[in-house]
């Protein structure tokens, strides 16, 4: 069973913002700023779209952004596009544990 | 940069053993853990632990002791993971990964890199 609880899935016309929702705990995402995102296309390995909460590695694109509230980090992905359309995992590291989302499928309607 | 190239599909009978490689290239003297993590098919990531590629030291979490052993060999810069008395709901992807680019703490949640994974599927 997944430590963290994503939206199963979330839509949006191109060009349009879509937030993507993380539910952790008060152990977690509640007490430390270690949240990762990960994009993962069909087929694909996932890839590092954001790691402390909000920080995006080199290349990585400025529609992407992070935020936290209380046990709860989301994604924020702006002026949709056809290649947005993929899996989004979360992740968090606390006590000795590495803990992913349950994912999210993003369509582009 | 690093590459993590793993090994190819595999198809056990239930209650085998499997072993999967990871063979990592490029600025390998940049990792820190080599980190295992499994998808089923149509399913999230879930986690398996990691293993310190300077001294060997492994993690793993409690639903997976006893049941994985993750190895290390230096002498080819390959990682393995061995899955034992496999069941067909262990039939997944198997991904390595590595991170710890950013901060001393990146290397436990922020994974830069990837290997493509190996199909595992256990079938009667």
């Known amino acids: 069973q997944s430590a963290l609880t994503q939206p199963a899935s979330v839509s949006g016309s191109p060009g349009q913002s879509i937030t993507i929702s993380c539910t952790g705990t008060?152990?977690?995402?509640?007490?430390?700023?270690?949240v990762s995102w990960y994009r993962q296309r069909p087929g694909e390995a996932p890839k590092l779209i954001l790691y402390e909460v909000n920080k995006r590695p080199s290349g990585v694109s400025d529609r992407f952004s992070g935020s936290k509230s209380g046990n709860t980090a989301s994604l924020t992905i702006s002026g949709l596009q056809a290649e947005d359309e993929a899996d989004y995992h979360c992740c968090t590291y606390a006590g000795s544990t590495t803990s992913f989302g349950t994912g999210t499928k993003v369509t582009v309607l | 940069q690093v590459q993590l190239v793993q090994s190819g599909p595999e198809f056990k009978r239930p209650g085998a053993s499997v072993k999967v490689s990871c063979k990592a290239s490029g600025t390998t003297n940049t990792m820190y853990y080599i980190h295992w993590m499994r998808q089923a098919p149509g399913q999230g990531l879930e986690w398996m632990g990691w293993i310190d590629t300077n001294n060997g030291d492994t993690n793993y979490p409690q639903n997976f002791q006893g049941l994985i052993t993750f190895t290390w060999d230096t002498s080819v810069s390959t990682a393995f993971l061995e899955l034992s008395s496999q069941m067909p709901d262990d039939t997944a992807f198997y991904f390595c990964?590595?991170?710890?680019?950013?901060?001393?703490?990146?290397?436990?949640?922020?994974?830069?890199?990837w290997g493509k994974g190996t199909l595992v599927t256990v079938s009667s």
């Open positions: 990964a590595s991170g710890g680019l950013y901060d001393f703490w990146t290397r436990y949640y922020a994974f830069d890199y």
């Open positions: 008060t152990r977690n995402i509640g007490t430390y700023n270690l």
